[in-house]
């Protein structure tokens, strides 16, 4: 399947990061709405906000009634919306559950709420829940498809489901990621959907600033870095994103979609590696990256859509960087750094 049929099918919409202390619309990046916080503002006041700036893609992590209230009647807001990872063996046990999920969490808002995607957990593969996806996933796909909804049913994974990734053309899954992922992988391709990944450059080079240079890992340089064997690599992103792409092949899986559901870099909590600087540079040129749509070296000119982590400090997350990924702050709405 080409590029253009890919971006049609799945009709993903676009926001970014732009001049000064603004955000406004770009090709394919959106942000995730996170709720970990105790001082976050109104979830109406979030969507003003959004709308203000040309926010048209959101993603949360569970079916929050505040939120998906809030939602109602900005369509043109695509809404990724999450199945929590606690409800999973009930659901995984019962499509009579699955139904009842559904009814109780979706249904309600499917006249006025843009909802695009369902996500079947976050990040469970591979673990303890992780074989509880496939049931969940065929379920809600079989109930969406009955109805004949425009509602495309996924997981979201973590790059920890790989076992090699360096070079990018050695990457493989893990033995549990092979049997945990590997039929979800084989099944999303059969529907043409999507898989949803978490990628984050900030965490291999925070584990060994030393040998991993910062420019590589902040899109900050054009200078080749990594060369595998045709494929020459500027950026730590690319060759994340393609180990994922080479991983899926040596299971039989090619040309499946895939969206980074999670990217960004952090502005305090780590000394000197975690600075305002430092995540202004990576979202801008994260966003410059999906902007120019020129993909990745194994995807080459084939747009790649993405979500920024995340839209607020929350401050109920685990102390450190974790309460730091947030382009604004949350009692004010105010942007954390400049942006340009």
């Known amino acids: 399947m080409d590029c253009l049929k890919k971006t049609l099918l799945f009709l993903l919409s676009c926001t970014a990061i732009l001049l000064s202390n603004n955000i406004a619309a770009a090709a394919n990046v959106g942000l995730n709405y996170g709720l970990l916080g105790d001082n976050l503002p109104p979830p109406p006041q979030v969507i003003n906000l959004y709308k203000s700036i040309g926010i048209t893609k959101i993603r949360i992590f569970d079916p929050n009634v505040e939120v998906l209230n809030a939602l109602r009647g900005h369509q043109d807001i695509g809404v990724t919306v999450g199945v929590k990872d606690q409800d999973l063996a009930a659901l995984a046990a019962s499509e009579e559950a699955v139904k009842g999920w559904f009814a109780t969490n979706i249904e309600p808002y499917l006249t006025d709420v843009n909802i695009t995607f369902i996500t079947v957990g976050n990040e469970v593969i591979p ?28 997981t979201v994974v973590s790059m920890a489901n790989l076992g090699e990734s360096y070079p990018p053309s050695s990457g493989t899954f893990t033995p549990l990621a092979r049997e945990q992922l590997t039929p979800v992988l084989k099944f999303l391709s059969e529907k043409s959907v999507p898989i949803l990944v978490n990628m984050y450059p900030y965490f291999p080079y925070a584990s060994d600033p030393v040998n991993i240079h910062l420019d590589y890992a902040t899109f900050n340089t054009e200078a080749l870095v990594v060369q595998d064997g045709p494929l020459g690599y500027s950026n730590m992103f690319d060759a994340m994103y393609d180990a994922f792409l080479w991983a899926m092949e040596k299971e039989g899986v090619e040309d499946l979609p895939l969206v980074v559901s999670e990217t960004g870099w952090p502005s305090a909590g780590n000394g000197d590696l975690t600075t305002p600087l430092i995540a202004s540079t990576y979202n801008r040129n994260f966003v410059k990256h999906i902007e120019s749509g020129k993909g990745t070296p194994k995807r080459s000119n084939c747009s790649i859509d993405g979500y920024i982590f995340a839209t607020f400090n929350e401050n109920l997350k685990p102390a450190g960087t974790e309460q730091h990924f947030g382009l604004f702050e949350p009692t004010d709405m105010k942007p954390v750094y400049k942006l340009f």
């Open 127 to 154: 673990g303890p829940l992780g074989s509880q996806v496939l049931p969940v996933v065929k379920s809600l796909t079989n109930l969406v498809e009955s109805r004949s909804l425009q509602i495309s049913i996924t």
